[in-house]
């Protein structure tokens, strides 16, 4: 007869937990998502535009936005301070929401003139469809709260789901559409040998989500 293997139940992972189920909150699991008991999740905390809009000025473009690792929540600004013409390239200030100078974006010069600002908060390319940029043009790049529903931990991410927040309690489909679902978020002992991780991630990754995990209140002791 051939052997059957158990899965993990909670108490194989949860050693404690606070009183009347402190430790305990509602989560929603995002589409597209099918979590294991156990698994550690990141929430969607951002939504970062995939474009800047034009707030002054009649001409160019700004597109392939993206969020870094410390991207912030607010409004960053791309203004040109050097005009883009025929043989003179075209300079734009990228500032941070919190008024921080990130650095600057060059424009090759022309009319077709393109450039690429790459940062740990923000990366994007300003170029021109049609006619030159003006000194004290600006586009504007709107980072907002995202909506807080919770991934397998992707440590890959930009949106806040690269940072642990918690673990599942149960297992959870949501292949077809979000599920609401609990997970340990807060002041907790747990057995981390028995969470469960996405595949690719490495021994440094496991251990830097454990630290979050840890500042949550949620403690890891060595199996018994």
């Known amino acids: 007869?051939?052997?059957?293997?158990?899965?993990?139940?909670?108490?194989?992972?949860?050693?404690?937990?606070?009183?009347?189920?402190?430790?305990?909150e509602k989560v929603t699991v995002l589409t597209g998502q099918n979590l294991s008991l156990g698994a550690v999740i990141g929430k969607v905390t951002k939504s970062i535009p995939a474009t800047g809009t034009l707030e002054s000025g009649a001409n160019g473009e700004?597109?392939?936005?993206?969020?870094?690792?410390?991207?912030?929540l607010g409004t960053y600004k791309a203004t040109c301070t050097q005009a883009n013409a025929v043989d003179s390239d075209?300079?734009?200030?990228?500032?941070?929401?919190?008024?921080?100078?990130?650095g600057d974006?060059?424009?090759?010069?022309?009319?077709?003139?393109?450039?690429?600002?790459?940062?740990?908060?923000?990366?994007?390319?300003?170029?021109?469809a049609t006619g030159y940029n003006s000194v004290d043009d600006c586009f504007t790049i709107e980072v907002t709260a995202g909506s807080g529903k919770v991934v397998a931990i992707d440590f890959a991410a930009v949106d806040g789901s690269q940072n642990a927040c918690g673990f599942v309690i149960a297992a959870y489909n949501a292949t077809d559409g979000d599920v609401d679902g609990v997970a340990i978020v807060r002041d907790a002992i747990i057995n981390a040998d028995n969470l469960v991780w996405p595949d690719e991630a490495t021994v440094d990754q496991k251990a830097a989500a454990l630290v979050e995990l840890k500042a949550a209140g949620i403690i890891a002791r060595l199996a018994a």
């Open 1 to 24: 007869m051939g052997s059957l293997t158990e899965g993990n139940r909670l108490n194989d992972i949860l050693k404690w937990e606070g009183s009347n189920l402190f430790s305990r």
């Open 62 to 72: 700004c597109a392939g936005v993206s969020g870094g690792a410390k991207t912030q």
């Open 90 to 102: 075209g300079i734009w200030r990228i500032e941070a929401p919190d008024g921080t100078v990130l």
């Open 105 to 128: 974006l060059t424009v090759t010069q022309g009319t077709s003139g393109t450039g690429t600002f790459t940062d740990p908060q923000i990366n994007l390319t300003i170029s021109y």
